[in-house]
C-alpha cells in the first residue's frame, strides 16, 4: 500500500470479512447459533471419543433390563447391576430407555451421527452442485452438437425438480439396503439443485471478469481457472444455502426416521431416538421430549445461522438497513 | 404466442419421457423386487419366485419393462402387482381424499403468509418483525411428527373430538350436521400442519419480496406525488411484488404428493402420500412409477400455466 493512500484516508477503514463479521456479529440470535454450533461439534467430537472403540468410557449399548424407562437423574441402583454397567457419575442424568439404556449415553452418541448424517449430505450435495453449476455456467456457450451445456444441465437440474423430493428419497432408501451411508448419499444426491442454480448465476457474470481473461491469458488449465479462481468467488450464497441445507437434512432424516427407514439400529441418531421414544409418550415423555427437544434447537440454531450469514454476505439486504 | 405455446409443451413432453425412463431405471435397478418382499417365508419355493418374476416381466430386459409398462398405462390397464387392482382408478380415489387436505392447507397457507409477509416486511426491524422471523424459524424446525404428536394430545385432550384417519367410524348414520362436523374436525389438524411449514417458508419470501419492492424509485415517485399510503403499497407495491409468487405456484404441485407422505401416514389419511408409501413397502412397482410420473405431469402443467401466467400479468416479458 503506497504512503498517500494510508495518508489521504483512501484506504476501506474496514476489510470486506472484518464488516461481514461486524453485521453477523450484531445479529444477536445468529451470533448465539453460531457459538451454540460451535459447542455442539464440540460435544460430537468428544461424545465419538467417549462412544467408539470396543470398550468405551460410557457405553451407550449398555441393557439394563431391571432399570428400564427411569426419569432423568435417577440414581443408579447398585444392587441390581453390575458395577461396570454404571452410568457416568452414578446418575441417568436423562434418564432411560424401555431397554434400560442410558438415554444420556445415546443422545451423546447420536450427536456425532446426526451432525455427520447433516454435514455429509450437505457435502455431496454441494460438490455436485458447484461441479454442475460450475460447468454449466462457465462452459454455457460451448455447443455439444445441437444444445449447450448450459441448456443440458438446466435441463437435467429441471427434471430433477420434477420428481417429487422426499418420495423419490424414501424409494430409494426402501429398495436400497439399510445403511447410514446411503441415507447420506440419497439426501445429498437428491437436494444439489439448488446449488448448481445458485453457481451458475454466479458464473455468468464471474466467467467475463478481468481475472479470469488474465488466468486465461497466462495458459492456467481451465479447470484450475474454475475451480480455484472462480468457485471461491461464489461461495457466499452456496455457503447459505449449505447451512440451511444441514438442518433440513437432520430433519429429513427424523421424517425417515418415523417412517422406519432412518439410521438403523444399533446405531443411535436424534431423530430414530425420538421415533422410538414416541410411542412410549406417555409413560416416558422424556424419551419424546429430550431428543425432539434438541432436534428444534439444533435446527432452530441452523436455521438462524444462515439467516445471519445471508445477512452479512448480501450487500443488499446490509444497506437498506 | 401459439408457437410459444407450443414449444414449450413440447419441451416438457421430452423432459416427461426422460423423467419416466429415469424414474423406471432407479426403481428397477435398486435391490429388492415383488418377489423379495417376504424372504424369510418358508412356503416360497424358487419356484414360485420363477412364477412371480415371470408373470411381472421382471425376467425380460429394461426396455422391455419400460415398453410394458409404458403401454399399460396408455391403454389404462396398468395392474397393481400387490392386489391387481387397475393403478389408475387406486390413485383417482386416493387423489380425491387428497385434495380437500391440499386444497384447505393451501389455503390456510396464502391467507396467513401474505398479511404476515406484507406487515413484517412493512415494519422492518420492529419487535413485530424480529418475532414473526423467529417464530417461523422456530415452526419450520420441529421436527413435523413430534409436533404433530403433540398437537394431537393437546387437541384431543382439550376439545375431546376424533382427529385421526377422515372420518369416525360408525357415524354413517348420523345426522348430516354432525357428519359434517366430524369431517371438519379430522381435516382441521393434518391440513394446519401441512400448511404450518407453506407459512414459514412462504411468509418470508414475500417478505424479501416485498422488502425490495419498496425501495424502487417508482415507490417514491408515487409517494412523491401524494398518493395515500394504502395506495402506494397495496396498489403500487403489492402488484409488483406478487408477480414471483405465479411462478411457485407450479413447484408446489409435486408437494400434494411428497409433502404428504409424513403427515398422511401419522394422521392416517388414506391419500396419494400413503398410497405410495404402501407401495414402497410391497415393492409395487406400477404404483410407485406411476405416482411418480403423475407428480411430475401435474409439476410441468404447473410450470407451464404459471409460464403463461407470468406473460399475462409482467408486460415487459415478450414472447
Known amino acids: ?321 | 404466442m401459439l408457437a410459444f405455446i407450443l414449444r414449450n409443451i413440447g419441451q416438457r413432453l421430452i423432459l416427461l419421457v426422460i423423467v419416466s425412463i429415469l424414474a423406471h431405471t432407479i426403481v428397477h435397478l435398486a435391490p429388492g423386487e415383488p418377489s423379495l418382499v417376504d424372504p424369510s417365508n418358508p412356503r416360497m419355493k424358487a419356484e414360485d419366485i420363477e412364477r412371480i418374476r415371470a408373470a411381472f416381466h421382471l425376467d425380460d430386459p429394461l426396455h422391455v419393462q419400460y415398453y410394458y409398462w409404458m403401454r399399460d398405462l396408455l391403454n389404462g390397464d396398468l395392474k397393481s402387482f400387490k392386489d391387481n387392482q387397475p393403478v389408475l382408478e387406486k390413485i383417482w380415489g386416493r387423489f380425491l381424499n387428497s385434495l380437500p387436505l391440499f386444497i384447505l392447507a393451501t389455503l390456510i397457507t396464502w391467507c396467513v403468509a401474505f398479511p404476515f409477509g406484507i406487515s413484517s416486511a412493512l415494519n422492518r426491524g420492529s419487535t413485530y418483525d424480529k418475532t414473526g422471523t423467529f417464530l417461523s424459524y422456530f415452526l419450520i424446525s420441529f421436527p413435523g411428527f413430534f409436533l404433530s404428536s403433540l398437537l394431537i394430545i393437546f387437541i384431543v385432550q382439550t376439545f375431546d373430538v376424533p382427529v385421526i384417519s377422515m372420518r369416525t367410524f360408525g357415524l354413517e348414520d348420523a345426522s348430516a350436521w354432525t357428519q359434517i362436523n366430524d369431517r371438519i374436525w379430522h381435516l382441521t389438524l393434518p391440513a394446519l400442519m401441512t400448511a404450518i411449514l407453506g407459512i414459514a417458508v412462504l411468509s418470508r419470501f414475500v417478505r424479501s419480496q416485498m422488502q425490495e419492492v419498496i425501495l424502487h424509485d417508482y415507490i417514491r415517485t408515487a409517494r412523491a406525488k401524494g398518493l395515500d399510503e394504502d395506495n402506494v403499497i397495496y396498489k403500487h407495491a403489492l402488484r409488483n411484488a406478487l408477480l414471483p409468487f405465479i411462478t411457485m405456484f407450479g413447484l408446489m404441485i409435486p408437494g400434494l404428493i411428497s409433502g404428504s407422505v409424513i403427515f398422511e401416514q401419522i394422521f392416517a389419511w388414506p391419500g396419494m402420500g400413503r398410497l405410495g408409501y404402501d407401495a414402497i413397502l410391497s415393492r409395487d412397482f406400477p404404483v410407485i412409477l406411476t405416482l411418480n410420473l403423475i407428480a411430475a405431469v401435474l409439476t410441468l402443467i404447473g410450470t407451464l400455466v404459471s409460464d403463461l401466467l407470468y406473460a399475462l400479468a409482467d408486460p415487459r416479458i415478450k414472447f
Not at chain 1, 85 to 106: E, H, I, M, N, Q
Not at chain 1, 234 to 251: H, K, N
Not at chain 1, 303 to 308: H, Q
Open chain 1, 1 to 321: 500500500m503506497p504512503d498517500t493512500l494510508v495518508q489521504d484516508d483512501l484506504k476501506p477503514h474496514v476489510s470486506p470479512s472484518q464488516e461481514r463479521w461486524n453485521v453477523f456479529r450484531r445479529n444477536r440470535w445468529a451470533l448465539l447459533s453460531g457459538l451454540l454450533l460451535l459447542g455442539l461439534l464440540g460435544l460430537a467430537l468428544l461424545g465419538k471419543a467417549l462412544t467408539a472403540g470396543t470398550d468405551p468410557v460410557i457405553d451407550s449399548a449398555t441393557v439394563r433390563l431391571t432399570q428400564k424407562m427411569l426419569p432423568p437423574f435417577s440414581v443408579y441402583n447398585q444392587d441390581t447391576i453390575a458395577k461396570e454397567d454404571a452410568p457416568l457419575f452414578g446418575v441417568y442424568l436423562l434418564g432411560t430407555d424401555d431397554f434400560g439404556r442410558d438415554l444420556f449415553a445415546r443422545m451423546l452418541e447420536g450427536t456425532f451421527v446426526s451432525l455427520t448424517v447433516g454435514f455429509v449430505a450437505v457435502g455431496i450435495s454441494v460438490t455436485v452442485g458447484i461441479f454442475l453449476g460450475g460447468l454449466a455456467g462457465y462452459y454455457g456457450r460451448v455447443k455439444l452438437g445441437f444444445l449447450t451445456v448450459d441448456t443440458l444441465i438446466m435441463r437435467f437440474v429441471d427434471i430433477m425438480l420434477c420428481f417429487p423430493t422426499f418420495f423419490l428419497i424414501l424409494t430409494a432408501v426402501a429398495l436400497l439396503p439399510p445403511s447410514i451411508y446411503n441415507i447420506m448419499i440419497i439426501i445429498g444426491l437428491t437436494s444439489w439443485m439448488q446449488t448448481a442454480r445458485l453457481v451458475r448465476a454466479d458464473f455468468l457474470a464471474l466467467r467475463d471478469q478481468d481475472y479470469v481473461l488474465a488466468a486465461r491469458s497466462q495458459a492456467i488449465p481451465e479447470w484450475r481457472i474454475i475451480f480455484l479462481h472462480c468457485v471461491p468467488n461464489a461461495m457466499a450464497p452456496v455457503l447459505v444455502s449449505a447451512t440451511i441445507g444441514v438442518a433440513t437434512a437432520i430433519l429429513t432424516e427424523s421424517a425417515l426416521s418415523y417412517l422406519g427407514f432412518g439410521v438403523q439400529p444399533p446405531d443411535a441418531t436424534w431423530g430414530n431416538i425420538l421415533a422410538d421414544g414416541r410411542p412410549l409418550i406417555f409413560d416416558a415423555p422424556w424419551l419424546t421430549f429430550i431428543p425432539g427437544l434438541t432436534i428444534l434447537l439444533v435446527v432452530l440454531a441452523f436455521n438462524l445461522c444462515g439467516e445471519g450469514l445471508r445477512e452479512a454476505f448480501d450487500p443488499k439486504l446490509r444497506e437498506s438497513r
